[in-house]
């Protein structure tokens, strides 16, 4: 049994910070509706495109259903109602206003089912000063501190982190809080709204918070790289410590002038360290080398070298799964591993195209008849991408 099975979960989101979201609770086996505008979420045009399905896409919504609604068509937000009645979550990124614009806040919905639990992300919270501002992850790592401090760690400046941290960090957290208060849903019978604010997500993950509120000077504890046999190698940990263990166990001598200063002293010792690591025949040897002095060492290596390690192919990180082309694509494996239970994506599941499921929610969650679904068709409220029905039918 998977964890949250039987959960009904509406994904009103977009791009990444929501979808993220419903995409792990899909995985911890709860449905997953994505609710999707016509023009289709814009990462549907992110990364290698097959069979109509964008690698980005895919990655953050797979196994998800899919029900195309023009909310600005008349009937559009009332149909998002209905729905919302029947299910137990609702997440949605949108800018702070738009819900409530189309008759869809939180008040609005609580009046109809009481028990929903609605996790709304956004960049500056839904109310305060900044609530109304655009918010984008680099928004969000500049605001945050981190690309200051990274400025100050590569001495030089920085435009952004090479991933979206801020958005799968108000992701983890906004599912966490989920989970709570779906268990004060069960306990009590009532629902209530997480206000996830993605700059209170990224401070409170933020391990060196401390320093700016202690008012300290930031000192880095990152890797240091080396020249290696075949390739470049990276230690953590303090310097002092690494030049320590490699004098005491391997005997590693620096050739610094009798008197000099601590700058200098360290040039001659990285001197002596990358001379020494590049020293050996082979790699292994390398390796052994730095597990005798129990220093923790990591090969720099590419996102698919790292889908390809020992661990990651002995842990499944990644899974094959039905790319709609005739053949597979992988996509990353949720990472939780339960004693008991099941979680993650199956190799039969699949990426919805727009539309693909209304007449199967619509009639599975309201009981609505093929007439109904085929009247909002034609008034603009259903959108139906074209080729979806072939690929429900068995054709593609």
Request: hydrophobic share 40%.
């Amino acid at each position: 049994m998977r964890p949250l099975e039987g959960i009904k979960v509406l994904d009103m989101s977009r791009v990444l910070a929501g979808p993220f979201a419903g995409r792990i609770l899909h995985d911890l086996g709860a449905e997953v509706v994505k609710i999707e505008p016509p023009e289709g979420d814009v990462t549907r045009n992110w990364g290698k495109v097959r069979a109509g399905l964008a690698g980005y896409y895919t990655q953050q919504n797979v196994g998800k259903q899919n029900v195309c609604i023009d909310l600005r068509a008349e009937g559009g937000p009332e149909l998002v109602r209905r729905l919302a009645v029947e299910a137990d979550v609702l997440i949605e990124n949108f800018r702070p206003g738009i819900m409530k614009k189309f008759g869809l806040a939180y008040e609005d919905l609580s009046r109809l089912n009481p028990k929903l639990v609605m996790l709304s992300i956004s960049g500056f919270g839904q109310a305060g000063p900044e609530s109304a501002r655009a918010a984008y992850a680099p928004i969000l790592h500049a605001e945050s501190g981190w690309l200051q401090r990274s400025a100050e760690w590569n001495q030089r400046p920085v435009s952004d982190l090479n991933l979206s941290a801020a958005d799968t960090n108000a992701s983890l957290h906004g599912t966490i809080g989920l989970l709570a208060a779906l268990r004060v849903a069960e306990l009590t019978g009532e629902g209530q709204h997480i206000d996830m604010c993605m700059l209170d997500a990224f401070l409170a993950t933020d391990d060196a918070s401390h320093v700016g509120l202690d008012d300290l000077r930031y000192t880095p504890a990152g890797g240091l790289v080396w020249e290696g046999v075949d390739g470049p190698i990276l230690t953590a940990g303090d310097f002092r410590w690494i030049w320590k263990q490699l004098h005491a166990v391997h005997g590693l001598e620096d050739e610094a002038p009798e008197g000099a200063d601590i700058p200098t002293k360290r040039a001659y010792r990285e001197v002596a360290i990358n001379k020494f690591l590049g020293s050996f025949d082979t790699r292994a040897e390398m390796y052994e080398a730095l597990d005798e002095c129990n220093l923790a060492w990591g090969d720099i290596k590419t996102t698919a070298q790292a889908y390809e390690s020992p661990t990651a192919a002995h842990r499944g990180s990644s899974v094959a799964i039905d790319a709609r082309d005739g053949a597979t694509r992988r996509v990353p494996q949720t990472p939780y591993r339960f004693s008991k239970s099941d979680s993650g994506v199956q190799p039969a599941d699949v990426a919805p195209y727009r539309g693909e499921h209304n007449s199967e929610v619509l009639l599975g969650w309201l009981g609505s008849s093929d007439h109904e679904v085929e009247a909002l068709l034609r008034a603009g409220v259903l959108l139906e991408e074209e080729g979806s029905e072939e690929v429900q039918h068995g054709k593609a």
